[in-house]
């Protein structure tokens, strides 16, 4: 227990202060205790669906976290926790309202304070657009990881693998996403449809732009070290994590919304749930639990592919952030219930799940 509080010690004390700067705002603006109450509980549930809708983000953070320079995992750990809670949770919804109203930061604030009803209409209206770059951007992460040829372990065999054959065609993931892209803006009004296909176009350069740096970075050191296996570390990757975990915060922002308009509220909620993927993030580095469950990855993996077809989708359809947050963590779930089996057998082909 001891060891495990280690890891969510630093989650929880902040927890506790955000929850404590609920109560205190709810009392400062209702003067009741139903008011603070009711405020405090809205907090409550959106640190709960900031954390069901990241959890296969921490898992995929771990991933790519684990070859990373000790020195750039410490700054993602550090950095990058400033950056999720105030960046993503509280800059980038001002950002969306500044740009699209056409308006400075601080009147942006302003509108969120005092006229949140308008704050909300502006930033709901930007959905589209973050729709399609967010949603292109999690599909590259989630395809690049199955069409991948050196991919030997497959947990859903029958579809993995034919994923697997399809690998040696070159860019097949950038013709799927944008095969995607076409499908769904046809569905659309004209406007919508090219709002959404640039935005879209935009995340897959992003995430060929990211990826093209570390390469090059990568390359650098290796020629520096002239040994080693090539791992991404370094500035590529921390920049690649910090894109990687704004895709993963777009679709929490947004469906804050449903629960609260009022932006003090939705950024001490959201923020309690970032702190908490940090310190899974943490765990699963640090304890080696992906080494130790071998299909955990492939469920987070299939649960972005999932996150990405409905932020896809959503521009035509609205599936509710609690259906998005159950698919991943029923993913992640199984796939962690298979590798405890496969421990169990100790077998030396790993166990697949047949489609």
Request: aromatic letters at 12%.
């Given at each position: 227990?001891?060891?495990?509080?280690?890891?969510?010690?630093?989650?929880?004390?902040?927890?506790l202060i955000c929850f404590a700067l609920a109560a205190w705002y709810g009392w400062e603006t209702t003067g009741t205790i139903a008011g603070t109450a009711s405020l405090l509980w809205i907090v409550v549930v959106l640190s709960i669906l900031e954390v069901s809708l990241s959890f296969d983000n921490a898992v995929v953070n771990a991933t790519v976290l684990r070859d990373m320079d000790p020195v750039w995992q410490q700054r993602f750990l550090t950095?990058?926790?400033?950056?999720?809670?105030?960046?993503?949770?509280?800059?980038?919804p001002i950002a969306i309202v500044a740009i699209a109203?056409?308006?400075?930061?601080?009147?942006?604030?302003?509108?969120?304070?005092?006229?949140?009803?308008?704050?909300?209409?502006?930033?709901?209206?930007?959905?589209?657009?973050?729709?399609?770059?967010?949603?292109?951007?999690?599909?590259?992460?989630?395809?690049?990881?199955?069409?991948?040829s050196d991919k030997d372990v497959h947990w859903i065999a029958a579809l993995e693998r034919v994923l697997n054959k399809f690998s040696a065609v070159p860019a097949i993931e950038?013709?799927?996403?944008?095969?995607?892209?076409?499908?769904?803006?046809?569905?659309?009004?004209?406007?919508?449809?090219?709002?959404?296909?640039?935005?879209g176009v935009l995340g897959l350069l992003t995430y060929i732009g990211?990826?093209?740096?570390?390469?090059?970075?990568?390359?650098?050191?290796?020629?520096?070290?002239?040994?080693?296996?090539?791992?991404?570390?370094g500035l590529g990757g921390f920049l690649y994590l910090e894109v990687l975990d704004a895709s993963f915060s777009f679709d929490g922002v947004i469906g804050?919304?449903?629960?609260?308009?009022?932006?003090?509220?939705?950024?001490l909620g959201l923020a309690v749930g970032a702190m908490f993927v940090r310190s899974i993030t943490i765990h699963?580095?640090?304890?080696?639990?992906?080494?130790?469950?071998?299909?955990?990855?492939?469920?987070?993996?299939?649960?972005?592919i999932v996150l990405a077809g409905?932020?896809?989708?959503?521009?035509?359809?609205?599936?509710?952030?609690?259906?998005?947050?159950?698919?991943?963590?029923?993913?992640?779930?199984?796939?962690?219930?298979?590798?405890?089996?496969?421990?169990?057998?100790?077998?030396?082909?790993?166990?697949?799940?047949?489609?």
């Open positions: 227990m001891a060891t495990l509080l280690k890891y969510y010690k630093a989650s929880l004390i902040f927890t950095w990058g926790i400033a950056i999720a809670v105030f960046g993503m949770r509280i800059v980038f109203a056409n308006i400075g930061p601080m009147e942006a604030i302003t509108l969120s304070l005092n006229n949140p009803e308008e704050y909300e209409r502006i930033v709901s209206g930007a959905h589209l657009g973050i729709a399609g770059f967010g949603g292109a951007f999690l599909a590259m992460v989630g395809l690049t990881f199955f069409f991948d950038i013709a799927v996403v944008l095969g995607a892209l076409y499908g769904i803006s046809t569905m659309l009004p004209l406007d919508d449809a090219h709002t959404f296909l640039v935005s990211v990826h093209a740096l570390g390469a090059i970075i990568e390359a650098r050191e290796t020629r520096k070290k002239a040994a080693g296996e090539m791992v991404r570390s804050a919304f449903a629960l609260s308009n009022n932006m003090i509220v939705i950024a699963l580095v640090k304890t080696g639990t992906l080494n130790q469950y071998r299909y955990l990855e492939h469920g987070a993996f299939w649960a972005i409905i932020m896809l989708t959503s521009a035509i359809w609205h599936i509710p952030e609690t259906i998005t947050g159950l698919l991943g963590a029923t993913l992640i779930g199984i796939s962690f219930w298979w590798s405890v089996r496969y421990k169990r057998k100790h077998g030396e082909e790993p166990e697949t799940l047949e489609a």
